[in-house]
C-alpha cells in the first residue's frame, strides 16, 4: 500500500491515491505529524508533556491516540513502533510533500530550472499544516512555529534562485516566457517579519504580526492579504515600514487568506468583525488607531461604534460604507456576482487574465512588473473558493447607519481618481460622521504606490492626524 501525506495546507493523508479521513482529535493529528517530522523514538514521557500538559492520564491519552495513527498507518506493515518508554514512526515507505520538495531543492542547486522555481515557490507559499495549531500546547505551537519558519526561509531561497545558501543571479539563459520575471520572484520573497497566531470562539486561527514601537496602529486586511509578502511589497511596502518606525503597527491575514487558517466552510460579515476583535485582543491593546483600508474601512467603523473607548483615531483610506449587495442596485449585483462565479474557476489559473481584472482596477498607473507582482501576490494570498467567498462577504458590509455613532477622531482619506471606490463614497462617509476630516489625494490607485508622490502625502496626513489628536 502506498502512503501518501502532505502538510502543506490542511494535513491529508492517501491511501493508494485515496483521501482517508482522519481522526477527529486534533491532538492525534498533531501527535502524527510529529512523530512523522521526528523520526527517531520519542520518550512516552516528553510527548504527554508536549499534548498532555494538564491531563491527569496523560499516558493513557497517548496510548488512544497511538491506537488510531494505528488504523492510519499500519497495514500488514508496524509502521507505528512502541515499546515501554518510547515512539516513532517507520517513515522508510512514507511520501511526505515536503520531503519530496526538499529533495526538488537540492536538485535545483544542480540544474537550474525556472519553470521548477516557480513551481516550488507557489508550493511552498501554502501555509504548512494549515488549522493544527494547538495554542493549549505551548511547546508544541512554538515547534510547529519553527517548521513554518524553516519552510519561509525556504521559500525565500527559492524565489531568490539562492537554493544553495549562497546568493547566486538568476542565470541569463531563463527564458522570457518563465511564468514570474526575475524582478517578481525578487519582489515575492517572503519577510522575515515574525507570525503569530490567535483564534477567536469558533477556533479560527488568524495570523497577526506586530512591529515597531510607539502608538499602536491596527490595519484589517485590505482585500486579499498576505503577511509573508506585503512587508516587502514593492508597491506598499514603504508605507508600512515608515509607518513601523514611529508606531507598533499591527496586520493581519483574515481567516481564509494569507497565513491565517484556509479551511473554512465559509466567511460572512460577523466572522470579519470577530476576528478583528480577536487580533486587538490577543496585542493587549488598551488604546489604539485603526487604520482601515477598502472593506477595512467599514470593518474599523463597525468596531469604532462598539468599542469608543478602545479608538484613539479611526482613520480611512478608499472605504466604502456598504457593500455592493448591501446597496440593493439589481444590475450591479447582477455584475458582481458574474465576477464572483468567475473568480471560483478562474482565480487559480496560471493565466494571470482574470486576476489582472483586479489590479488593473487597484493600481491603473502601474508598471507591467508592478502589475505582475500584484497579480502573483493575489493567487498566493487565496485559493479560488476563499477568494470568491471573502468577496462575497465584503458585499454584505453596511455600516450606513453607524456613522453618525461614531465619536472618537476620524480622518477620511481617498484618491479622488479611484475607480474602485469612487472618491464620492469618501465624501459620504467625512460628510457623514461628526467631526470628520476629509482629505484628497491626486491618483487614480486605490492601493497606494511607494513611488508616487500620494504616498509620502498619505503617510505624512496620517502621522500629523495622530500626534495633532
Given at each position: ?27 492525534t ?8 517530522l ?63 520538495i ?57 524565489l531568490?534562485?539562492?537554493?544553495s ?28 517579519t ?23 496602529i ?5 482585500f ?37 487558517e ?120 487565496a ?87
Amino acid at each position: 500500500m502506498q502512503i501518501v501525506i502532505k502538510m502543506l495546507g490542511e494535513l491529508q493523508v492517501f491511501h493508494n491515491n485515496q483521501l482517508i479521513p482522519l481522526p477527529s482529535s486534533k491532538l492525534t493529528r498533531a501527535l502524527m505529524v510529529y512523530l512523522l517530522l521526528n523520526p527517531r523514538a520519542q520518550r512516552r514521557d516528553h510527548l504527554c508533556a508536549l499534548f498532555w500538559p494538564e491531563t491527569k492520564d496523560a499516558r493513557g491519552a497517548l496510548r488512544w491516540s497511538l491506537s488510531k495513527l494505528r488504523n492510519i498507518l499500519n497495514n500488514h506493515i508496524e509502521r507505528v513502533v512502541t515499546d515501554h518508554d518510547s515512539v516513532s514512526i517507520n517513515t522508510a515507505d512514507i511520501d511526505i510533500d515536503i520531503d519530496i520538495i526538499h529533495l526538488s531543492v537540492r536538485a535545483l542547486q544542480q540544474h537550474s530550472n525556472a519553470a521548477e522555481v516557480t513551481k516550488l515557490g507557489k508550493e511552498l507559499a501554502i501555509p504548512l499544516l494549515d488549522g493544527l495549531d494547538l495554542h493549549n500546547c505551548p511547546e508544541f505551537q512554538h515547534w510547529l512555529v519553527a517548521q513554518r519558519q524553516q519552510l519561509i526561509e525556504l521559500h525565500r531561497k527559492v524565489l531568490g534562485h539562492n537554493v544553495s545558501g549562497v546568493v547566486s543571479p538568476i542565470s541569463s539563459t531563463t527564458p522570457k516566457t518563465a511564468a514570474l520575471s526575475a524582478w517578481t520572484r525578487q519582489a515575492l520573497t517572503p519577510n522575515q517579519t515574525e507570525i503569530h497566531f490567535c483564534a477567536g470562539n469558533d477556533g479560527v486561527n488568524i495570523a497577526y504580526a506586530s512591529v515597531g514601537q510607539g502608538w499602536p496602529i491596527v490595519k484589517p486586511p485590505a482585500f486579499m492579504n498576505h503577511l509573508q509578502y506585503d512587508w516587502q511589497a514593492p508597491l506598499w511596502g514603504h508605507i508600512l515600514h515608515t509607518l513601523a518606525k514611529n508606531h507598533q503597527l499591527i496586520r493581519y491575514d483574515d481567516r481564509g487568506s494569507g497565513m491565517s487558517e484556509r479551511n473554512i466552510s465559509d466567511v460572512c460579515v460577523e466572522d470579519l468583525q470577530q476576528d478583528l476583535v480577536t487580533v486587538v485582543a490577543a496585542n493587549n491593546l488598551s488604546k489604539f488607531a485603526l487604520l482601515g483600508i477598502g472593506q477595512g474601512a467599514a470593518l474599523s467603523i463597525d468596531y469604532a461604534v462598539k468599542h469608543p473607548d478602545k479608538v484613539s483615531h479611526l482613520i480611512l483610506f478608499s472605504g466604502y460604507a456598504s457593500g455592493w449587495r448591501a446597496e440593493g442596485d439589481p444590475k450591479l449585483r447582477k455584475k458582481m456576482e458574474a465576477i464572483i462565479a468567475l473568480a471560483e474557476s478562474g482565480w487559480e489559473q496560471d493565466n494571470p487574465a482574470f486576476r489582472q481584472f483586479f489590479s488593473m482596477t487597484f493600481i491603473p498607473d502601474a508598471c507591467q512588473q508592478e502589475l505582475e507582482w500584484f497579480n502573483e501576490y493575489l493567487y498566493l494570498a487565496a485559493n479560488a473558493k476563499n477568494a470568491a467567498g471573502l468577496m462575497s462577504a465584503f458585499a454584505d458590509l453596511d455600516v450606513r447607519d453607524k456613522l453618525a455613532q461614531v465619536t472618537v477622531p476620524t480622518l477620511v482619506i481617498h484618491s479622488l481618481g479611484d475607480n474602485a471606490v469612487p472618491a464620492l463614497s469618501g465624501r459620504e462617509i467625512a460628510a457623514t460622521i461628526p467631526g470628520a476630516e476629509f482629505i484628497g489625494l491626486d491618483t487614480t490607485s486605490h492601493f497606494l504606490l511607494d513611488r508616487e508622490p500620494s504616498a509620502q502625502v498619505f503617510i505624512d496626513v496620517i502621522q500629523e492626524f495622530i500626534s495633532n489628536n
